[in-house]
T-cell receptor
């Protein structure tokens, strides 16, 4: 069965601190995709990144970076020099990668609430 | 271009009422998903459409929940005889193509409160 665990329920940091959000996943598939979404107080889920299981290269986008390690089944997300606007709930999600009529639904973790204090 | 839109944004229903929630996906997106998000939890899958075909409804919690997408674009999630446990945010997402792992883009959700 597929499962995503985000052990950190809430994290509070002061502006300009770096923060890492942890994500551990379980799957029997050899091909799968991992995602991070941001959910600000407005409620809409905002897509941040998609990574397939064959690409373990770390990625950096501005202040955001992602560390994918298949050996530990982890896909962690780091925000460098955090800002108040980064305050939100962040979700890690896993999807199978089957074609045809397969559902390929997203399996979400329970989310991590990040509060960035000014 | 326009993203996924949902209406209404908020819905208050009395227990036992029927409700209908609308989703307008990104134009041209073949795949459409409905998720339910309880307070403090991650979204959970309800049902999946590929064009007008409902290929997976394994996540629908009871036979009071019904979804349709008759012309392969707009979708409606209907809940009959609402119960208090149906209170949640209902999220719609769409993605392009049929291949696995396509990015799903979400709408703002409909927050349903059943009194």
């Amino acid at each position: 069965a597929q499962k995503v665990t985000q052990a950190q329920t809430e994290i509070s940091v002061v502006e300009k601190e770096d923060v890492t959000l942890d994500c551990v996943y379980e799957t029997r598939d050899t091909t799968y995709y991992l995602f991070w979404y941001k959910q600000p107080p407005s409620g809409e889920l905002v897509f941040l990144i998609r990574r397939n299981s064959f690409d373990e290269q770390n990625e950096i986008s501005g202040r955001y970076s992602w560390n994918f390690q298949k050996s530990t089944s982890s896909f962690n997300f780091t925000i460098t020099a955090s800002q108040v606007v980064d305050s939100a709930v962040y979700f890690c999600a896993l999807s199978e990668a089957r074609g045809g009529g397969a559902t390929n639904k997203l399996i979400f973790g329970t989310g991590t609430l990040l509060a960035v204090q000014p | 271009g326009a993203g996924v839109s949902q209406s209404p944004r908020y819905k208050v229903a009395k227990r036992g009422q029927d409700v209908a929630l609308r989703c307008d996906p990104i134009s041209g997106h073949v795949s459409l998903f409905w998720y339910q998000q309880a307070l403090g939890q991650g979204p959970e899958f309800l049902t999946y459409f590929q064009n007008e075909a409902q290929l997976d409804k394994s996540g629908l919690p009871s036979d009071r929940f019904f979804a349709e997408r008759p012309e392969g674009s707009v979708s409606t999630l209907k809940i009959q005889r609402t119960q208090q446990e149906d209170s949640a945010v209902y999220l719609c997402a769409s993605s392009a193509g049929l291949a696995g792992g396509k990015t799903q883009y979400f709408g703002p959700g409909t927050r349903l409160l059943v009194l």
